[in-house]
């Protein structure tokens, strides 16, 4: 299992390769891109922070999730910081599992749920700018 | 006791450093601390029911006591995006 913070670009094929053995009949992913535009507003590039350590204690969390949910072991999370530039890829998930439902149920609770709990930072760069992008407080009880 | 706090995202900028000191009471709770902080740096306090707080590196409730070394942050909201 790969749950981890990194600084440098994520390769979706080595992902997907980490998760596939033998008795995996299915693979899913999902891959989230620095898109160049925002609340009606042209972006140029994005910052991500993290907190260091606790972001990758969530990840494993949600990945422990996984496994009492659906039953899928076979995961890959990685999330990217620093600057990205447009249609770089900021998050990258691979699930896998013996039938396919639920790697696709996996790799959708994995995206959902790293956005609510995993304390990662994006700053948005426009022509006007710099904004935080604060889309979900934590809620400290269910997370 | 004094106690450290690191600061992310918005929370950085409003302090202007990645690690704060507060003065909270001995034996002091997560709202000591939020009470200390808004006092210290009033940005916080219109907007302090958006801001989470961990303690060693999980997520706490107000009711949550602080102890003397606890890893203790302030986690603005996170950048979440529509589904």
């Not at chain 2, 000191?21 to 302090?48: C, H, K, Q, W």
Request: charged residues 30%; negative net charge.
């Amino acid at each position: 299992m790969i749950c981890r913070i990194v600084e440098t670009p994520i390769d979706m094929g080595e992902l997907m390769k980490h998760v596939e053995e033998d008795e995996v009949g299915g693979v899913c992913s999902f891959t989230g891109l620095v898109r160049n535009h925002s609340r009606g507003q042209k972006v140029t590039h994005l910052e991500y922070h993290a907190y260091p350590g606790m972001a990758e204690k969530k990840m494993r969390q949600v990945a422990e999730e996984i496994e009492e949910r659906f039953g899928v072991t076979r995961l890959a999370l990685e999330h990217r910081v620093g600057t990205l530039k447009i249609g770089e890829i900021a998050v990258g998930i691979a699930a896998a599992s013996a039938h396919r439902d639920a790697s696709f149920k996996a790799c959708r609770y994995a995206i959902d749920r790293i956005k609510q709990i995993v304390p990662i930072w994006k700053k948005e760069f426009g022509e006007d700018g710099a904004v935080w992008v604060e889309e979900c407080p934590v809620d400290a009880e269910t997370a | 006791m004094r106690v450290k706090v690191l600061c992310f995202a918005w929370a950085r900028e409003v302090t202007g450093e990645d690690e704060i000191e507060l003065e909270i009471p001995d034996g002091g709770t997560v709202a000591d601390l939020r009470a200390r902080l808004g006092e210290e740096f009033p940005p916080f306090s219109n907007r302090m029911e958006s801001i989470a707080v961990s303690v060693n590196q999980e997520f706490a409730g107000d009711a949550r006591g602080i102890a003397a070394g606890d890893e203790l942050a302030l986690i603005p909201p996170i950048s979440g995006g529509l589904a």
